[in-house]
């Protein structure tokens, strides 16, 4: 079945620092998404990306999807305390929209 | 337009014991899935609903557990006879039936002793 692996598994930065994270799929996606989760809290969606090669924004974070669309990434400029979290990445099947979910990257901020 | 609803929030059951969990989805969505999450892990899909329909439970234990969704009422995800490892965090998730986009509910956290 799908497989969804994502990097780093925890990252620490500063605030005002830069954080990136890594998503790859075994298989080629139909397409992803991504979730944050607080800590103790539930997974809020972020965005889905469809086609080969897109990028989108939301203001300081911006997602790329792979243009063999097996890989993705979420960048987010100048890190505040308020990116605090769990940031997942999901690959989505076309025919019923199940999540794989991959394990996801911890970002904490020191103030 | 309320979330998702999930209750209990905390649940504690003693092994052998059965869990009930409820989820209410989002009003208009006809569609709910249930996910697994263990201790910093990802969530796992477990079972994909639709009213009175399993579509997809290609992620749920053979044994044990089992998943409906009423024509009212909230879906129930039922653990019977719960083992130490079914300790985890049980999300619940809707999204209309246009939509990509699924909505999580805040999650029943099962603790088995």
């Known amino acids: 079945g799908q497989q969804v692996m994502q990097i780093p598994q925890y990252q620490h930065v500063q605030e005002g620092e830069d954080f990136t994270t890594y998503c790859n799929s075994s298989?080629?996606?139909?397409?992803i998404q991504w979730y944050k989760q607080r800590p103790g809290g539930n997974p809020v969606f972020l965005i889905q990306?469809?086609?080969?090669?897109e990028v989108k924004k939301q203001k300081r974070l911006t997602f790329q999807f792979g243009e063999a669309k097996k890989n993705s990434s979420l960048h987010i400029t100048a890190t505040q305390t308020t990116d605090v979290g769990t940031y997942f990445c999901?690959?989505?099947?076309?025919?019923?929209?199940?999540?794989?979910f991959g394990k996801g990257t911890l970002l904490t901020v020191n103030p | 337009n309320a979330g998702v609803m999930q209750n209990p929030r905390h649940l504690v059951r003693r092994r052998g014991q059965e869990a009930r969990l409820r989820c209410s989805p989002m009003?208009?969505?006809?569609?709910v899935y249930w996910y697994r999450q263990l201790p910093e892990e990802g969530l796992k899909f477990m079972v994909y609903?639709?009213?009175?329909?399993?579509?997809?439970e290609s992620g749920m234990p053979k044994e044990r557990f089992s998943a409906e969704f009423p024509k009212e009422g909230p879906s129930i995800l039922r653990i019977q006879q719960v083992v130490r490892g079914d300790s985890a965090a049980y999300f619940c998730?809707?999204?209309?039936?246009?939509?990509?986009?699924?909505?999580f509910g805040p999650g029943t956290r099962l603790t088995v002793t």
């Open positions: 998730a809707s999204r209309p039936g246009q939509g990509h986009e699924q909505y």
């Open positions: 298989t080629t996606l139909s397409n």
């Open positions: 990306l469809v086609k080969s090669g």
């Open positions: 999901a690959g989505v099947e076309s025919s019923n929209y199940k999540l794989t």
């Open positions: 009003k208009g969505h006809s569609h």
């Open positions: 609903l639709q009213k009175e329909n399993i579509i997809d």
